[in-house]
């Protein structure tokens, strides 16, 4: 029996929000008081599994627990209680910039993002070409990062991301930045993963792109899942909790 991709387990996260705390003069000289603190629950036990090569969209709110979700699949974050397993390589697109120095060229940028993303130097230069091509930043990827647009930060993580040829990859939101063609060239790359059997897990808003990419939705809401299924469902239910404006 094929074992999931992705299992979670009663995962709950949680961070704690202190108030009152600065550097300010008074502030040192009133240390003795304890800065109020609470604990802010992002996820709220939160279970389900996925299949090797299912694509899965994760929808909701801002502040649902979304992103927090995929950093805890990309190991960025820890679970406070519960348990996750992620089986093979995972390759993550998660903020923008993420992995990159913006006072390096593209071509460290490459070099550094691929050993973050668990590739050997022999490995990157095996795949350097690939991913100048897809990027299509041509004389660009000589110059510091800190001189690229949005975009141009999105292309190159994104290429950098399927070039490591991931088990499991993880989206979030980070393709809406781009131009529509590149957009395009992305989801054309995504349905190339999903032949080959891929798993992926993309967060967005966009519910069109939802219909058109995943098989699978999970509505969260007040990081809990309200829904989990076809994402059709999953879909219509999450529009009809949105209050309609007039």
């Known amino acids: 029996m094929t074992k999931a991709a992705v299992e979670l387990s009663s995962v709950t996260k949680s961070f704690k929000l202190c108030h009152g705390r600065n550097n300010s003069l008074k502030s040192l000289a009133l240390s003795f008081r304890r800065p109020r603190c609470e604990e802010l629950v992002a996820l709220d036990n939160v279970s389900f599994s996925i299949d090797p090569g299912q694509t899965t969209a994760v ?23 519960g348990k996750i397993v992620v089986r093979g390589r995972v390759s993550a697109l998660l903020e923008l910039g993420a992995g990159l120095h913006p006072d390096l060229t593209g071509l460290e940028n490459i070099y ?114 309200m829904v989990d299924g076809m994402v059709e469902d999953a879909v219509w239910a999450y529009m009809a909790s949105i209050p309609r404006e007039g």
Request: charged share 25%.
């Open 59 to 81: 929808i909701g709110r801002n502040g649902s627990g979304k992103s927090t979700l995929l950093r805890l699949l990309g190991n960025v974050f820890k679970p406070t209680r």
């Open 112 to 225: 550094l993002n691929g050993a973050i993303l668990g590739l050997r130097t022999r490995e990157i230069r095996r795949r350097l070409d690939d991913i100048l091509e897809f990027s299509e930043l041509g004389k660009f990827v000589d110059t510091p990062l800190r001189s690229y647009s949005n975009g141009m930060v999105m292309r190159l993580g994104f290429s950098v991301a399927v070039q490591v040829d991931p088990d499991v990859l993880l989206i979030d939101e980070v393709i809406a930045v781009g131009d529509e063609p590149f957009q395009e060239k992305c989801y054309e790359k995504i349905g190339e993963f999903q032949k080959a059997g891929k798993t992926i897990i993309f967060v967005s808003h966009d519910l069109q792109a939802v219909q058109k990419v995943a098989s699978r939705a999970i509505w969260l809401s007040g990081g809990r899942v």
